[in-house]
């Protein structure tokens, strides 16, 4: 039998993350979260045991990946790869939803930074496929 359990997240009382995300719904295999953001200093380059893809509401602000950069502007959306090493540049006040796979806020994959471009040994063993 498969799951039919419909759930509704109000963005007004959703939790927020240390790096200033808000959570969404979530399911098993996927999770969104919000983000408003003001320009400012250039974000430090990270990988994240998910896959994330995402579409700016507002704003606009850089992402570079392997040495290639993309400016995101209102209505554009984007993919950055799991385990990809990646930075954000904040360039005019960002709003943008996000979609992660697996979902980020579990097992504290969305706060847990990787600078080396390697993850953590208990994410990679659950999680490599």
């Known amino acids: 039998m ?18 200033g ?22 974000k430090e380059e990270t990988s994240r045991e998910y896959e994330t893809v995402g579409y700016v509401i507002e704003g606009a602000a850089e992402l570079y990946i392997a040495g290639q950069m993309v400016r995101l502007e209102t209505g554009d959306s984007w993919v950055v790869p799991r385990r990809a090493m990646h930075r954000y540049r904040i360039v005019a006040p960002f709003s943008a939803v996000e979609a992660t796979s697996p979902p980020a806020f579990v097992h504290g994959r969305d ?19």
């Open 2 to 19: 498969s799951n039919t359990t419909i759930t509704k997240v109000d963005s007004k009382y959703s939790p927020a993350g240390k790096m």
């Open 111 to 129: 706060e847990a930074r990787t600078n080396s471009g390697g993850a953590d040994m208990t994410e990679r063993a659950l999680y490599d496929v």
């Open 21 to 42: 995300q808000k959570y969404l719904a979530a399911g098993v295999q996927v999770g969104m979260r919000l983000w408003c953001e003001e320009p400012g200093e250039e």
